[in-house]
């Protein structure tokens, strides 16, 4: 059995626990010379897609999702289409080995997993913008965005995001408030901490560092401030450059809080996806057996009256 990387993206959430009694076989039989080749092809829920053949060189994956798991035996046996099937009754019937799948040419794709335990979305990169303390007495419930984006700075080091910072005009408005340790001997490091003029965070130094990680697209976490300035401009420059951006609607404030929910309601509108520090938290993990999922539900509780108190304050428009 071959864990073999496709090319287009990668939807497929399902544990190998998973109830699998509800599959979609075809059954295909070529007649080339004298050779007879029976294909069977079974599409799991969440996009993964299984192919059973007689014989496996030269095969090219007809599904879209982005990694296929390939079982390679001497004879597959199908009575058509409709079949259910358990997922012991598979396993014990298909008695193969696990293999890695080769190494691939093409620069977009994901590392091979051998597990169909996977995190929900593959790419996230927190994007801390401007939380600097001069603006700390300046902006509604500054704490409450603190503690959230701390949360996210823990997440991000369980699920292993990348972390994006800026700040405006260092030298007049300020450090990156110090609670969030950006940078220090034992916090979060930055894949980039650069100072601007410009109001979006898509700056060249920012734009460099996102290359540096490869061409794909992410799911890039906004947080900071203001919510109607720099938080909207940067999202705005992130769904031009065809991101995947999520507003964390308990991490980002401005100084005029009515200024919040006008913001939120635009850039909803503009195609970004507003939602909790909570709500983003599981979808990114997707599936409670990752290997991650116990250090992350311990942050969840740990945080679980911080949350509360940060959805009251920041949530309530």
């Known amino acids: 059995m071959v864990l ?72 597959v046996k199908s009575t058509g289409q409709g079949i259910g099937l358990s997922l012991n009754d598979f396993s014990s019937a298909l008695n193969c080995s696990v293999l890695k799948a080769p190494a ?20 996230p990169a927190l994007l801390i913008c401007d939380l600097q303390e001069k603006f700390a007495k300046a902006i509604y419930e500054y704490p409450k965005v603190i503690q959230t984006t701390q949360k996210l700075l823990t997440a991000s080091q369980i699920l292993d995001w990348p972390v994006f910072a800026t700040t405006q005009l260092r030298a007049k408005l300020g450090e990156t408030s110090a609670e969030l340790g950006l940078d220090s001997a034992d916090g979060v490091k930055t894949k980039v901490h650069a100072d601007k003029s410009a109001f979006s965070m898509w700056t060249p130094e920012v734009q460099k560092a996102f290359r540096d990680l490869g061409s ?76 991650e999922f116990k250090q992350m539900s311990s942050l969840v509780k740990e945080y679980s009256s911080k949350t509360k108190e940060s959805l009251q304050a920041l949530c309530k428009f």
């Open 4 to 75: 073999l990387p496709m090319k287009a993206r990668f939807r497929g959430r399902q544990s190998a626990r998973a109830d699998l009694r509800t599959l979609c076989f075809s059954r295909r039989v070529e007649n080339g010379g004298s050779r007879n080749l029976t294909t069977l092809s079974i599409l799991l829920p969440g996009s993964w897609h299984i192919i059973a053949s007689s014989e496996h060189s030269g095969w090219r994956a007809p599904c879209r999702a982005e990694y296929a798991i390939i079982i390679c035996q001497d004879e």
């Open 104 to 123: 691939r040419p093409f620069r977009n794709r994901l590392p091979a997993i051998e597990t169909m335990a996977t995190r929900r979305l593959v790419r």
């Open 216 to 291: 794909e697209k992410r799911e890039c976490i906004i947080v900071g401030i203001e919510s109607h300035i720099c938080v909207t401009q940067t999202t705005l420059d992130l769904l031009r450059e065809g991101h995947k951006v999520y507003v964390i609607a308990d991490a980002v404030s401005s100084c005029n809080p009515q200024e919040i929910p006008i913001a939120l309601r635009r850039l909803a509108a503009e195609g970004a996806v507003v939602t909790s520090s909570e709500s983003f938290m599981y979808e990114c993990m997707g599936d409670a057996s990752i290997p």
